[in-house]
Structure formats: C-alpha cells, structure tokens
C-alpha cells in the first residue's frame, strides 16, 4: 500500500473536489488569532525588566502541538474523504498474425545499378523496412537464381531474418532465374504454417530459363495451398548498366531488360495477389509500402483497469491525532488551555 501511494503514476482520487474543503484551514487558522487576539488578558506594570527574564514554561512552548495535530488531523481527513486509489491494468494482446515467405531473386542480373546502388541491395532494403512493420507476422526468407534455397524458415525472431536478408548475395547459388524453384521452395515453406493468412513476395528481375519445377506446375500447387502470391519484377525499362570485368578492371555495360511480366502477372492473378512493376528505388519501396497495405495482421488488445482504495492510512493519521490532540488537551496541557 505504501508503494502504491509513492507511485504518483498510478495514484488518482475517485471524489477529488472534497479538497476544496481545504480552503477552510487558512480561515481556521485566521479565526483563532482572530479570537485570541480578542481574548488577550492585560495588566499594568511599572517594569517590564523582571518579566523579561522569566522564561516560559515547557508545557507553554508545546500548546502549538495541539493546533498542529488538528491540522493534520482535518488534512487526512479530507485526503481520506478524496478517496485516493491505486490503478493497475492488465492487459491480453491476441494477435492474427499472417505467415509471410520472401522469395528474391539473386542471379547475376541482380546487379544492374539501374536501382542504387543495385538491384539486390535495393531489394534488402526494403525487404528488411518491410519486416520492421510487421511485428506480429511469422516471416521466411527464400533465395534463388539457377536453384533454390530456404535462407531462413518463417520466424517470428525477426533479429535473425534481418541478419539473413543483410547476408544475401549474388553468385550464392548457381546461376539462372529458375522462377518456378524460388516459388515452389516458398510454397513448401508454407504448406504446413498455421496462420489463416499466407502469402508469397516473389521478387524477380528475368525470365524463367532453368529449375527442375516449371512455373505453372508451382502455380497450380501454389492454388492447391490457397497461397496468395504477390509478383514484383524489378528493373528499368529499356536498358541498365551493368557491371562487368574487364582486362582493364570493372566497367559498366548496358544490357536489356527482360522481365516475363506475362508470368508474373498470371501467378498473382491466379492466386488473388497483384504484380507490380518497380523501376526505383522509391517505386520499389512503394510496391512493398502497398503490399504491407493490403495485408494487414489483426492485433486486439482488451485491457481491465483494477482500482484498490487507499483512504484508509488517512482516516487512521485523522483518527490518532484527533485522540492525541484530546488526552493531551485533557492531561498535560489542562490547566493552561
């Protein structure tokens, strides 16, 4: 109890405007010099020099006592009357949190500095900006070039995602674009999750040309699932620089790009997601910004405020100086009060 009284945060009154009664304690206090200036007993003396050194007694010197425990006595009183409670609130989070895989693409084609300072490096940006937002979501993260690869199963331990999504490069797997493998491997990453909601990120810059599993048959099992699969093709239009090595060192060289947008298209269309076309940096940040958008996780937090009444210790100081105050009046200050 008493630590609830230090702890000011949660401290409030249920009948604060009782404290108004303590404008009267100045009145009192105003009153009885009033009154004792009125009832000052006189007498007339040829000298004063034989009373100056007559000291006053103990008992004189404590008759402020008695005003001083009414005074707490009416203050109590009044904080008791205020009804001062402690709050604490409990509170229960239930969080519908939605099963997410990452599937990026990390061909050699990832690259090209047509987004800075390229294309894979964008795509971890935004990726890890996407994770932060969403703390109640199980993520995984798949890679895949020529094959695929599970770089991180669906957690919830997003420390461990970003450090995954951080070591992502190009040349770790075989070369290609085997678009087929980087959803199938997702959809296997999400076959068994628990979550009512599960979704595909698929993020590729080409066209399939390799992989043991071909797009449609990851389609179809995507379906089977009701996996719902959001296609991003990243890159510019026309040509972007690309670096490669020469006798001379690293030199840029602009190659065409080629993104099947007809496939993409057809994999989130037929799994009730939406392809989107990202040619920036901010128009990158923009698809995944849409997508953390349209799927939200359902957090409902239910919160119970409890209120413990501490008037008590009050009343008690009120009631133990009001007794002190009157087998005091009644004992040691009775003759002179």
């Not at 937002?133 to 993260?141: A, M, S, T």
């Not at 698929?202 to 009701?226: F, R």
Request: hydrophobic content about 45%; aromatic content about 8%; charged content about 20%.
């Amino acid at each position: 109890m008493i630590r609830a009284l230090l702890d000011g945060q949660h401290l409030s009154f249920a009948q604060p405007y009782y404290f108004l009664l303590l404008l009267l304690l100045p009145l009192y206090f105003w009153y009885r010099w009033r009154s004792s200036s009125a009832r000052q007993p006189s007498f007339r003396v040829t000298s004063l020099a034989a009373l100056a050194q007559l000291a006053p007694s103990w008992r004189v010197r404590l008759i402020p006592t008695l005003l001083v425990l009414r005074s707490i006595a009416f203050v109590a009183l009044v904080v008791a009357l205020a009804r001062p409670q402690s709050s604490s609130i409990n509170e229960s989070i239930d969080s519908n949190g939605i099963d997410i895989v990452l599937s990026i693409d990390v061909s050699g084609s990832m690259m090209a500095e047509d987004l800075k300072p390229n294309r894979i490096e964008a795509a971890k940006q935004v990726a890890q900006d996407f994770v932060a937002k969403r703390p109640n979501d199980r993520i995984g993260l798949v890679i895949f070039s020529g094959e695929s690869f599970t770089q991180c199963p669906i957690t919830i331990d997003h420390n461990i995602l970003n450090e995954q999504i951080a070591s992502i490069k190009s040349g770790m797997l075989q070369d290609g674009t085997a678009i087929g493998m980087g959803l199938a491997t997702a959809v296997d990453r999400l076959r068994n999750a628990k979550a009512k909601s599960k979704i595909i990120i698929l993020l590729t810059d080409g066209v399939n040309n390799t992989g043991l599993i071909d797009p449609s048959t990851s389609l179809e099992i995507a379906k089977a699932y009701k996996l719902r699969v959001y296609c991003i093709g990243v890159g510019t239009r026309g040509q972007a620089p690309y670096p490669v090595q020469t006798p001379m060192g690293m030199s840029k060289q602009m190659v065409p790009v080629e993104i099947d947008e007809a496939l993409l298209k057809n994999i989130a269309s037929q799994t009730g997601g939406q392809y989107y076309r990202a040619t920036s940096n901010s128009s990158l940040a923009a698809v995944y910004k849409e997508i953390d958008k349209l799927e939200k996780s359902k957090v409902e937090v239910s919160s119970i405020k409890h209120f413990t009444d501490l008037f008590l210790p009050f009343a008690l100081l009120a009631l133990i100086c009001l007794v002190l105050e009157l087998l005091l009046r009644l004992s040691v200050f009775r003759s002179i009060t």
